[in-house]
């Protein structure tokens, strides 16, 4: 019996020790291998090497344990906005606001790594987002970051991109989403629109002034003209235009009497005898 407990014992140790193994070289084994998925790439660090020079693409890989160590990189485009504060070439302060969309340079993430680590873009857009903004505008009056605002906006682009690839940083887009002025030169451009409003409506002024003063000119040129027509056919025609002009009045009064019920006219051969008509009511 004893020598079948010892054989137990034994049996359950030897299993202990299959299964202690068994799960040591799984954790070995688990621990040598790492992922890369989607959209990542990694670096190794080496322990006694460093950095290693290669950058490892998606899939399943093994590594030294201990010894070494991965570090992930996120390769896909992310965006980052900043602002900055700067001086025209006029000397007004004007509020600049940037969009950017940026990824690293895959085959540098190495260097990436040793010389800015995983936050890179936190690093280095800002500073060189402010850098090139300062710089840009520095070369153009304030009312020219309005009226030129895409060729502002295409040397930002040029200047950041190239600022970039100097940390090993893509950028795919760069954009001005943001721009305003400070408090005076907003009131200098409130004044000189009323001013300009003000000038428009002076010159409206006279240009209806010099119209109504043509107007008057032609006016009076027409009933000079209208006055020496009427001496000149007067002097032609002598008493007879005075005789038709006072039977044309004839008739006009004649024409108002005639709706007055109130009143009769006998014509005559020289004259109209008018009188009031003692038949009608009133009388």
């Known amino acids: 019996m004893a020598g079948g407990g010892q054989a137990a014992v034994s049996l359950l140790t030897n299993i202990a020790r299959a299964a202690f193994s068994l799960g ?20 190794l660090f080496d322990r006694f090497r460093g950095v290693l020079d290669e950058t490892i693409s998606e899939g399943t890989h093994f590594l030294i344990p201990i010894l070494q160590k991965p570090i992930i990189f996120d390769i896909r485009t992310r965006p980052a906005t900043f602002t900055s504060s700067t001086g025209t070439k006029d000397l007004q302060m004007v509020n600049l606001g940037l969009r950017v969309l940026s990824r690293p340079d895959v085959d540098r993430l190495p260097t990436i790594y040793k010389t800015l680590g ?15 903004l300062k710089a840009v505008v520095a070369h153009f ?29 893509i950028l795919d887009d760069v954009a001005i989403t943001h721009l305003s002025y400070g408090i005076e030169f907003s009131k200098a451009v409130e004044q000189k629109q ?10 409206f002024v006279v240009a209806k002034a010099e119209q109504e003063r043509r107007a ?29 002009r006072q039977i044309e009045a004839s008739k006009e009064i004649a024409g108002t009497v005639s709706k007055n019920p109130n009143v009769v006219y006998v014509p005559s051969s ?9 038949s009608l009511p009133g009388r």
């Open 194 to 203: 009323v001013a300009q409003q003000e000038a428009e409506r002076s010159k």
């Open 24 to 43: 040591a070289g799984l954790t070995l084994i688990n621990t040598s291998m790492y992922n890369v998925d989607g959209g990542e790439r990694a670096v």
């Open 270 to 278: 020289n004259n109209m005898l008018l009188g009031m008509n003692p």
């Open 216 to 244: 008057a000119v032609i006016r009076a040129e027409g009933e000079s003209e209208a006055a020496r027509l009427i001496s000149e056919a007067t002097a032609k025609a002598g008493d007879g235009l005075i005789q038709l």
């Open 118 to 132: 995983t936050d890179y873009d936190e690093k280095v857009l800002p500073s060189i987002g402010n850098e090139v």
């Open 141 to 169: 009056n304030a009312d020219q970051l309005l009226t030129e605002r895409p060729h502002v906006s295409a040397l930002v682009r040029e200047s950041l991109v190239k600022r970039a690839a100097d940390f090993n940083i």
